[in-house]
Every structure is written in structure tokens, then in C-alpha cells.
């Protein structure tokens, strides 16, 4: 699944560790997120959209 | 780096699984000198016999906490793929072996060597998983 988290991230000119504290979650997984090895659950994918203020297809995309 | 809760759950891991090992030694030393010493017979070898099996069974029931209680989707998925391969392996070798030892006679596997060599396989799909994601 595509995403857009690093440019989100970029804006916000938050690291991978920031979103990951953020996020309550590990760097590995906002990394694993973000290279797209590892889909996240949904409610992750709500409290990514949360954080971001937009919603989740916002961020993701299920394009190959 | 990890969350500041997965770290938390981690120590709190590691800890548990440090008393156990402990227990574990402990049990077989215990076990070993008094069967040695003591001879017993009947319930009481059974009852000493099982006592190095017991924190095997805590150790098993320690996992299961962990993986209930960690929240970080990731690294619970790390865990659960890793022990799925490990527990595969450890089936393949020992169902292998097992065939080997009923039809051509090869030396028996202590069952008790089971659980040591899935947390061999466990630890060795772990790195390999890691390196996946990295």
C-alpha cells in the first residue's frame, strides 16, 4: 500500500522518531509504515489521520 | 528506537524471563542432587522430575503476556512472524528426527531438548525477520 507519511512528515519537518512518539509506537514501525513493508491496523491508520488533520485515504492509497 | 510503553513491556519481559531462568537453573540443580542423594520413588520422583518443567511452562505463559500486552503493532507482528517460523522449524526438525528415530533407529531426542531448540529457531527467524523490514 502507497503512502504519503514522508512527505506529511517533511511538512511538518518531523523525524521518524518525533511521528513515532508521537504515535506511541516504535521508529521501526513508523519506518516499516512508511516504506510500505508494513500496513498498518486500522485504528493506527485513524490516529495517523488524526494527527495529520486530513483522513485516511488522505494518506493512503491502495495503488501498487 | 522504541516507544517509551514498548520499553516498558520489554524490561518488563526481560525481567520475568530472568526470574524464570533463574527458577529453571535452580530446579535442575535441585532435581539432579536429589535424586542423587535422596533416591526417591513413586510420586516423589515424578513430583521432583517435573520441577525443571514448571518455569518451562512460565516461560510460555510469559510470551503470552508479552504479546498481549504490547501495543506496538510492529514489533508484536515481529514477535508473532518470528515464532511462527521458529515453531514451524522446531516441528519439521523434530517430526524429521522422529521418523528417523521410529523406522531407522537413529539415537532418541530427549523431548525435553524441544522447547530449548524452538527458542534456537525462534531467535534465528527473528534476525532473519528484522532484516526483512529494515
Redesign the interface.
Known amino acids: 500500500m502507497k503512502n504519503r507519511l514522508r512527505v506529511l512528515r517533511a511538512e511538518r519537518d518531523w523525524s521518524q ?1 518525533d511521528l ?2 508521537r ?7 513508523v519506518n ?2 512508511e516504506t510500505g ?2 500496513d ?2 486500522l485504528p ?1 491508520a485513524f490516529k495517523l489521520a488524526r494527527l495529520f488533520e486530513t483522513t485516511i485515504e488522505a494518506i493512503f492509497s491502495d495503488e501498487n | ?6 520499553n516498558s513491556v520489554n524490561r518488563r519481559f526481560h525481567r520475568r524471563s530472568l526470574v524464570v531462568m533463574v527458577l529453571y537453573v535452580l530446579s535442575l540443580a535441585v532435581m539432579s542432587q536429589a535424586i542423587d542423594h535422596l533416591h526417591p520413588k513413586g510420586m516423589a520422583l515424578y513430583l521432583l522430575a517435573l520441577l525443571p518443567a514448571l518455569p518451562i511452562v512460565a516461560a510460555i505463559v510469559i510470551i503470552a503476556l508479552y504479546l498481549s500486552e504490547q ?5 508484536r ?1 515481529l514477535q508473532i512472524e518470528s515464532m511462527l517460523w521458529g515453531v514451524g522449524a522446531t516441528l519439521t526438525v523434530t517430526t524429521i528426527w522422529g521418523a528417523l528415530e521410529k523406522f531407522a533407529h537413529i539415537r532418541p531426542m530427549s523431548l525435553f531438548l524441544v522447547y530449548p531448540l524452538c527458542c534456537v529457531f525462534v531467535f534465528l527467524a527473528r534476525v532473519v525477520v528484522k532484516r ?2 529494515r
Open positions: 522518531a513515532a512518539e504515535l506511541e509506537v516504535s521508529r521501526q514501525s516499516a509504515i513493508k508494513f498498518p491496523s493506527l | 528506537m522504541e516507544s517509551k510503553f514498548s501495543k506496538d503493532e510492529f514489533v507482528t526483512r523490514y
